[in-house]
């Protein structure tokens, strides 16, 4: 019961965006988020929207499982903008009972729809098109500036990557518990939260003691084969960067430079501006 | 030249109360001496608690003698700054598969040894694919671990200590856990280590069964070795084994129970084929 759900979602296919190094997706996505909070108007949006949607088309990934990521957070969506939309200060459109909108509510409203529906929208494209352990290694090499200030990257990576090993171990070690549990006459269906909750302790006691002793195994099966810490490591399937990287990298810049540029000019920003206030009556 | 050696060792597991004071003394090897020759197939018997994993987790400098001294490829494990070199001298292949591999796909995993070593990103490829041959586990190579059975993730764990090109490989009970066919092939692949690569191999095991084609075997019982010599040797001596409780192989028992009846057969048959040539001589 426990076995279909997929960590990670890697959706697997080949295509420009699933090839490229995982720094780039990585520093892409951060830039991306950073470009989405400098706009100042709706051209720097659209053209943020354009430029998602062709690297979602580039990547090969059907678009429903893109938009599947955003049900996860509709509930926060859907409260920030109601948020937003009531409590904003401002001229008044209408209101009811204790609630008002005002013009400028709706404006900060549909300025932070789209900015988390496309922040959404753009990270999930970095996990779906590249693999956990592909992605580990692009934060262990693109954060190992880090090791300047003592932080110890490469055993940090190698924890996500055993984590992400044992996902699935762990998993099925639950199921076997829950199993056994059921066949002892355990319940984990009836009752309300508060008493599910209660039936679950039997199986987190007994999953909990199995993984320690897995990871005291693991840690001695590991120094048995000489790890000893990031260090003196050399790599199986080091990252280099290829010409379409170079090539990427070139294309991620300049569509940030030029959209925040466009995004806050102040002419484009003014003339926005004065078709939002003509709405707002005087 | 003894690729290790074992003198007069002694380990002792302290249990200890909340102060430090220690309340409980196990003595888990009791003057254990044992010696393996380069190219040798050495099996180590014995029942659960007969210190034949403490004895293992020594040779990889796991842990450390409480008395008397281990040499591994003329190293002492106790020395500090040759640990490394201990540790990649003598490979260790441990009872759980689940529990040993680290990768996410089986060249990854076989490819960690040498990482830790730091060899060359090419050489590695270069171990990977000969190790993963030589278990027969190259077709695998791109699978994820967790897809494969025990016995092909067992074969994945020796590969993966193989690549690390060490001069033995310590197998602690590397079949406990596996179905019998995942046994036959991990014990098929480790006598093709043996044979064909005349890579020195101690396998520590209570299957009698495989340790039948061991160049010697030694007996261990309550952290002493009670027997040793070659399997016909050991073999031979139904009653002792029987009153260590281990399960002498079907046909050198056979054999034994036969000749307690008077039937006039030589001693150390072992194999199913020994004892119908033997009986046919009887005729």
Not at chain 1, 148 to 169: C, H, K, T
Not at chain 2, 174 to 192: C, F, N, Q, W, Y
Request: aromatic share 8%; charged share 25%; hydrophobic share 45%.
């Amino acid at each position: 019961m426990i076995r279909d759900i997929t960590i990670g979602q890697y959706y697997q296919t080949d295509s420009t965006v699933h090839r490229l190094d995982p720094r780039v997706k990585l520093l892409g996505t951060l830039l991306f988020i950073v470009a989405l909070f400098l706009y100042k108007n709706p051209a720097g949006y659209a053209l943020g929207l354009v430029f998602l949607l062709t690297v979602i088309k580039l990547s090969h990934v059907p678009l429903k499982f893109i938009t599947k990521g955003l049900k996860g957070i509709m509930i926060v969506l859907v409260f920030t903008v109601l948020i937003n939309l009531f409590l904003t200060p401002g001229t008044a459109v209408v209101s009811f009972w204790k609630l008002t909108i005002t013009y400028e509510g709706i404006g900060v409203a549909l300025t932070m729809l789209f900015r988390l529906t496309m922040l959404i929208m753009g990270s999930s494209i970095v996990t779906l098109t590249t693999t956990p352990n592909n992605l580990t290694d692009g934060l262990e090499k693109g954060l190992g500036f880090l090791k300047i200030f003592r932080v110890p990257v490469g055993d940090v990576a190698m924890m996500m990557s055993i984590a992400l090993r044992f996902i699935p171990i762990l998993m099925e070690e639950t199921d076997r518990i829950m199993k056994a549990q059921l066949a002892r006459g355990a319940d984990f269906e009836s009752g309300n939260i508060v008493k599910k909750a209660k039936a679950l302790v039997p199986v987190l006691v007994p999953l909990f003691v199995s993984a320690f002793r897995r990871a005291g195994d693991l840690a001695m099966a590991m120094e048995a084969r000489c790890y000893r810490g990031g260090d003196g490591r050399t790599k199986m399937k080091p990252l280099i960067y290829k010409k379409r990287d170079a090539m990427a990298y070139i294309i991620l810049f300049s569509f940030v430079v030029i959209s925040v540029w466009i995004g806050r000019w102040s002419v484009i920003s003014g003339f926005f501006n004065s078709i939002y206030s003509s709405f707002i009556p005087k | 030249m003894d690729i290790v050696k074992a003198e007069d060792l002694v380990y002792e597991y302290i249990r200890r109360d909340e102060e430090g004071n220690p309340t409980d003394v196990t003595t888990a090897l009791d003057h254990v001496d044992i010696d393996v020759r380069q190219g040798e197939f050495v099996g180590i018997l014995g029942h659960n608690g007969s210190g034949k994993s403490t004895f293992a987790k020594h040779l990889n400098a796991i842990l450390y003698p409480t008395e008397g001294t281990v040499y591994v490829g003329g190293m002492n494990t106790k020395d500090d700054d040759k640990l490394w070199d201990v540790r990649s001298c003598a490979g260790m292949v441990f009872q759980n598969p689940d529990n040993q591999i680290i990768g996410q796909v089986v060249e990854e995993d076989v490819g960690f040894g040498p990482e830790n070593l730091g060899v060359p990103t090419k050489e590695i490829w270069e171990r990977v694919e000969e190790s993963l041959r030589a278990v027969g586990m190259l077709e695998y190579r791109k699978k994820s671990p967790n897809k494969l059975s025990g016995g092909q993730k067992q074969r994945v764990s020796i590969a993966g200590v193989l690549a690390m090109h060490p001069k033995c490989i310590v197998l602690d009970e590397p079949t406990a856990m596996l179905d019998p066919s995942g046994r036959k092939e991990v014990v098929r692949a480790i006598r093709g280590l043996n044979d064909v690569e005349k890579m020195t191999v101690i396998l520590i095991t209570h299957y009698m069964d495989e340790v039948v084609h061991a160049d010697r075997i030694f007996v261990m019982d309550k952290g002493k070795v009670v027997m040793q010599g070659t399997p016909r040797e050991v073999f031979a001596d139904v009653p002792t084994l029987e009153k260590l409780r281990l399960d002498v192989p079907g046909p050198a028992r056979i054999a034994w129970e036969l000749k307690k009846k008077g039937l006039p057969l030589p001693d150390g048959i072992l194999t199913a084929e020994e004892l119908v040539k033997e009986i046919e001589k009887c005729r």
